[in-house]
């Protein structure tokens, strides 16, 4: 079975996950972490999500394709001064072509719409990529420490 074509590259679609969604996230999930467990030692916190309990709190949102095809998803947790992204990630024949940075825009967006004035994230200091990637796009790293048993890299960015 093929991918997502994402080559022609409209913009995607982002909108509230929906229950069908839930096994496409946690599938997602599964394949943009799961290369990271023998490197932390268990599998990573965004593979033990409860995708369900998400998309029923209206937290999860999904980037769909042209054709309506699911591209990547996107965790947001509102906290009293901040919205926090608890889980970004890309089915692989979407990487590198744009989809991770539309979603931080609409992250920050909703973030605006919701008056909050930052974005707060984290990653694991396995993962390296990311520790380029969040930076590129505007963030600052705030500490690293241990949080739920992972060694983490803590990331803020303000918005104008």
Known sequence: MEGPDVTDRPAPT??????????????????????????????????????????????AFVALGQCGQFLGYIVLLTRPDHLYVDALAVRPEAKGKGLGRALIAFAEE???????????????????ENQTFYPHLGFTETGRGREDGYDRVFYTKALG
């Open 14 to 59: 982002i909108r509230l996950a929906e229950m069908q969604h839930v096994a496409e996230i946690a599938a997602c999930a599964r394949l943009a972490f799961g290369r990271y467990s023998a490197a932390i030692g268990r599998d990573p916190a965004p593979m033990r999500a409860d995708f369900a309990a998400h998309v029923a709190a209206q937290e």
């Open 110 to 128: 909703e973030a605006r719409r919701k008056h909050l004035p930052r974005l707060d994230l984290c990653t694991n200091q396995q993962m390296t």
